[in-house]
């Protein structure tokens, strides 16, 4: 502070100063946004529940195409590799085979299948069992299907794990069922690519909600805006309120969106857990997670702050003093 001679008190406000009053301002309305919401709790409601409704049904389609993807390490129609052994290998081979199969990474289960038990399936499948009896030795071989994981699914993984398998010395033939293979994944590349325009329109009608009631927001303090920049108040010290109330609404939307979504899984887990006991399964459904939950939140804040900072920008600039 100094004196000059006119006797009147020039100050200078220091770098220590400003950034308090910068930081200070962003703690005032980022408290006082939210009390504003909590001052009118039908408005904020309605605002966070499009929010949270755009945000659930991509949620819910993204975790159901998990639950699937778990389902087919275990689904009894999930593909199968055939692996047909030597007519002359002996027990200790085939045991000591199977041992290395279950190693694999690629590998979910391994079933032995003897050469009796193939004939005898074979004779109640074709109904040639008199013409086998009458042979005096079984033409047909041990079989062991293997059952990849649900990542060695995957046309080339599948393709590149049956040559492995067939390289082995008591092998034979290997045969795989590689249609299923690629409508299996054709289908989860479609569920994928239809949850990621679903969840770009949604999130394109959550800028547009939030964006709008922004603007109503603006256009009902046009006066408050009006004496702030009259008094000097700066364009970023006028817009953060309402960059804040955006942020607000998308994160109570988010946080509203996660309960839905957990609410709904609950719902139907008993019935899932009973459809699993008929069909002799473990499989146990996997709901949204905490991290899922922090996602929503995450996306759901970005959404309504880029709504508000959409709509501050566009309208913000049109009054004027």
Known sequence: MARIDNGAIQSKTSLGDKARSYWGHHRASFLGSLARLLSTPG?????????????????????????????????????????????????????????RLERMAEVNAVQYLSAEQVKADFQRMSGFGEALEALDDNPLPATLVVTPTFAATEAAALQSLGEKIASEAIVDEVSMDMEWVRRLRELMVLGKKIVAALAGLLGLGVLLAVGNTIRLAIENRRDEIVVSKL????????????????????FIGGLLAALIVVAGFWIIEGTVVKLALLYQSDFELQALGFKGCLQLLGIGTLLGWLGAWLAVGRHLAQIEP
């Open 231 to 250: 008094v000097g108040g700066s364009d970023g010290f006028v817009r953060r309120p309402f960059i804040y109330s955006g942020g607000w609404y998308g």
């Open 43 to 99: 408005q904020t409601l309605m605002t966070a529940l499009v929010v949270a409704i755009a945000l659930a049904l991509p949620a819910t389609l993204l975790v159901a195409l998990g639950n699937i993807q778990q389902l087919g390490d275990n689904w009894d129609a999930s593909p199968k590799i055939s692996v047909y052994l030597n007519l002359r290998a002996r027990e200790t081979a085939i045991e000591q085979l199977i041992k």
